[in-house]
């Protein structure tokens, strides 16, 4: 089976003046249907870390095979259209668009995939099934709760049957109940399959990974 992500030796440095070495040469296989956590202090390089695996960035050195596609190659129109159709981003900030409702903004997940508008609309409303707002597809943000708010956004990006959902302090912004939902919720899609990678500074959110992955001062550690 080929691994969602694969880095070999992949570091990254910032050019400076001076010179900031943010990821040391690091090594990481995920398997399909991995749950994997990645903890660290403030300033460690999850950010960076997360910013290469998501193609936002590219290493310094080394390979990064997304789906066995190796990164390096690709022009960087590339690069954003695999991102599109692979990764599934979940920010602790939710970042919906407060104008629109549910429904549309789940929609939006689709706008760059060519996918006609009456698919894009059944799709939506599976993604939000999943998570379990399908009597919400009409509600704008202002008028959702945070808990639901961020399940619109896991909707989102699932929409487009990502490879890898990718999450940045997901619960960062919700209370300890709400924060349980949506714990749940990642729980139920690792059951039905779904390669999860996730930066907290949770202890407690990190214990409910498969796998836990530290960094402290850019090196990249497996703890379990
Ligand atoms: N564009 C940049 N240019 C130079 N140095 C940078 C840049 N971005 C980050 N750094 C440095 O790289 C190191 C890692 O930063 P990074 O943002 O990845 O950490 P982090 O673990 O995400 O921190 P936090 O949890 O506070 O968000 C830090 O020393 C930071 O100052």
Do not use: W
Request: net charge negative.
């Amino acid at each position: 089976m080929t691994a969602v992500i694969e880095l070999d030796a992949v570091s990254r440095v910032y050019p400076g003046p001076p010179p900031v070495a943010a990821l040391h040469p690091a090594d990481l296989t995920v398997e399909p249907g991995q749950y994997v956590a990645v903890v660290g202090p403030s300033g460690s390089g999850k950010s960076t870390f997360l910013n290469l695996i998501g193609l936002l960035d590219v290493p310094s050195t080394g390979h990064y095979r997304l789906d066995g596609i190796d990164v390096g190659d690709l022009t960087e129109n590339h690069r954003a259209a695999l991102r599109g159709r692979r990764i599934g981003f979940v920010f602790q900030a939710f970042h919906l668009l407060p104008h629109r409702t549910a429904l549309e903004n789940v929609m939006l997940g689709m706008l760059y995939q060519g996918v006609p508008r009456p698919e894009r609309q059944q799709r939506a409303l599976n993604a939000l099934t999943e998570v379990r707002l399908d009597h919400r597809l009409q509600a704008l943000p202002s008028q959702m709760s945070g808990g639901e708010r961020q399940r619109v956004a896991i909707a989102r990006a699932l929409v487009n049957e990502p490879s890898l959902l990718l999450c940045d302090e997901p619960t960062g912004n919700l209370d300890t109940a709400t924060a349980e939902t949506v714990l749940e919720l990642f729980h139920g899609l690792h059951a039905r399959g779904m390669t999860l990678l996730m930066v907290t500074h949770n202890d407690d959110v990190a214990g409910r990974a498969d796998r836990v992955v530290t960094i402290r001062d850019g090196l990249l550690e497996e703890q379990r």
